[in-house]
């Protein structure tokens, strides 16, 4: 069964930190560029971060310095460690898998709140 699962998302107080998983099945995880995406209440979904099949790695400008995206490929997951965070990165945030002439793959998202 092809399937995105994140976990790790919880209530956080500022300053706090935390780490998301998203673990992939039924794809071949090392051929798939993986990214972490969130949508706050109100906004559009927007890119968060980005571990591309060839290894490198691009972040949105709010997260740089304070986020990291890395993948176990033994493990079939991609992670985002979550440093510093602030109210602002309150949103759902979800993983999705993509890779030429493959249509994406969308993980359920998992809910992230910052607050004190």
């Known amino acids: 069964q092809v399937q995105l699962v994140e976990s790790g998302g919880g209530l956080v107080q500022p300053g706090g930190s935390l780490r998301l998983s998203c673990a992939a099945s039924?794809?071949?995880?090392?051929?798939?560029?993986m990214g972490w995406y969130r949508q706050a209440p109100g906004k559009q979904r927007e890119l968060v971060a980005r571990?591309?099949?060839?290894?490198?790695?691009n972040y949105a400008d709010f997260v740089k310095g304070r986020f990291t995206i890395s993948r176990d490929y033994a493990k079939n997951t991609v992670y985002l460690q979550m440093n510093s965070l602030k109210p602002e990165d309150t949103a759902v945030y979800y993983c999705?898998?993509?890779?030429?002439?493959?249509?994406?793959?969308w993980g359920q998202g998992t809910q992230v709140t910052v607050s004190s």
């Open positions: 999705k898998a993509s890779k030429t002439l493959s249509r994406d793959l």
């Open positions: 039924g794809i071949i995880f090392r051929l798939f560029d």
């Open positions: 571990h591309t099949s060839g290894g490198n790695t």
